[in-house]
């Protein structure tokens, strides 16, 4: 009985944790496009929730398809969701990026559930904000083809300094507990890919950093090349 509590109280922080954080990010979101970016798009409030829900969709659909990766065991994955993400975020602004972001991963968990504990899930969430948050932000200071890339590299490389710590320090732990597998069976299933890891943190070092490096610059080349022609696309429907 008491294992059974700790395991319900250990759940409900981490459900707690995720409301929480998601709450800080949509503020920060939000704050930012009130102080900071005055030159957002102006768009009808029924269309930008269209528009919105229609991202969410396509990112949600993207989470299916998942590319397996050489240097990494296989809990890390690489799909292409953050593409649409990035692209409302960078047609309507930060807070259309986060709620795109939230509800690309609730669709995916009505579609499909958790294989995770919702540990994966919860990464995927805050760590895709840590990389369209940035990039969409210096985006809107001064729209151009420069800053699109400056921010998606920004985006990057945010994404792939935090995502490796919150790897290291919160999200291998906490899923070794809710899931309930030793740290070392975690730290084996990347030994078993790459002798060279064989610790929490060489498993950061070899897989989560060259996930998110190589993630981040394979999202910002496909909305390099694919923004600008959704970009015309909406722009004709408002006409």
Do not use: W
Not at 51 to 59: D, E, K, N, T
Not at 116 to 125: E, L, S
Request: charged fraction near 15%.
């Amino acid at each position: 009985m008491g294992e059974l509590l700790q395991a319900v109280k250990e759940n409900v922080e981490f459900l707690l944790l995720c409301l929480l954080i998601f709450l800080a990010l949509f503020f920060v979101a939000m704050l930012v496009e009130r102080k900071f970016l005055k030159t957002l798009k102006e768009v009808n409030k029924t269309r930008r929730m269209a528009y919105i829900a229609i991202f969410s969709v396509l990112a949600a659909v993207l989470m299916f398809f998942e590319v397996p990766l050489f240097f990494a065991p296989s809990f890390y994955e690489i799909d292409f969701s953050e593409v649409p993400v990035l692209i409302s975020t960078f047609y309507l602004g930060p807070v259309a990026g986060v709620t795109t972001e939230l509800l690309k991963i609730v669709l995916k968990l009505l579609l499909k559930g958790t294989s995770t504990a919702f540990v994966g899930d919860f990464a995927n969430f805050v760590i895709g904000c840590s990389f369209v948050l940035p990039a969409s932000i210096l985006y809107h200071t001064k729209k151009s083809k420069g800053t699109a890339i400056g921010g998606m590299a920004l985006g990057t490389a945010c994404m792939t300094v935090f995502g490796s710590a919150f790897n290291a320090f919160y999200l291998i732990p906490t899923y070794s507990t809710l899931f309930g597998m030793p740290l070392e069976a975690i730290v084996g299933m990347g030994t078993a890919v790459n002798s060279s890891i064989n610790s929490v943190t060489t498993l950061v070092l070899f897989a989560v950093v060259p996930f998110n490096l190589l993630k981040g610059v394979l999202v910002s080349i496909i909305t390099f090349l694919l923004y600008k022609r959704v970009e015309k696309l909406l722009v004709v429907r408002e006409q």
